[in-house]
């Protein structure tokens, strides 16, 4: 079976490009750019059809294939995805699928078994979240 791989956007599911524009706008995050797996990082992957009839997403994607630096912090360098495998194994052999893979990392100790924050309040443009917690410390 032939795999045609391609970026797309995730919204849209159209090839994604950033006119200059864009990129002149868009603020810069500093983050930890490594993937970390011993520290919590994980991959979550979508699986939509191209007319968005319905979509399947699995939160930890164990598929993978991880290489790294030999650092002793395990940092990684280098993760091999394989769509076509991860199609097959939910039972897709055939037809036209776009499979999207989010790398994530759990921030504010979270996890979907704790759930310590809870959304409390958005916005009206829906562009901000409060959260609240029912933790005391």
């Not at 490594?34 to 598929?63: A, C, H, M, W």
């Not at 395990?74 to 991860?86: H, Q, R, T, Y």
């Not at 921030?107 to 979907?112: G, M, T």
């Amino acid at each position: 079976m032939a795999t045609l791989v391609t970026n797309i956007d995730p919204t849209t599911l159209e090839i994604q490009t950033y006119s200059p524009q864009d990129i002149s706008v868009l603020s810069p995050e500093v983050i930890n750019p490594i993937f970390d797996p011993s520290k919590g990082d994980y991959v979550e992957y979508t699986i939509v059809s191209p007319n968005r009839d319905f979509q399947i997403t699995e939160q930890d994607l164990t598929n993978i294939t991880v290489t790294s630096n030999n650092a002793a912090d395990g940092a990684v360098f280098s993760i091999n995805l394989n769509p076509e495998k991860d199609l097959r194994d939910k039972g897709f052999s055939n037809g036209e699928y776009n499979v999207i893979y989010n790398f994530l990392r759990k921030e504010l100790n979270s996890s979907p078994e704790d759930r310590i924050f809870y959304i409390k309040e958005i916005s009206g443009d829906r562009t901000e979240l409060r959260l609240g917690t029912n933790a005391l410390t």
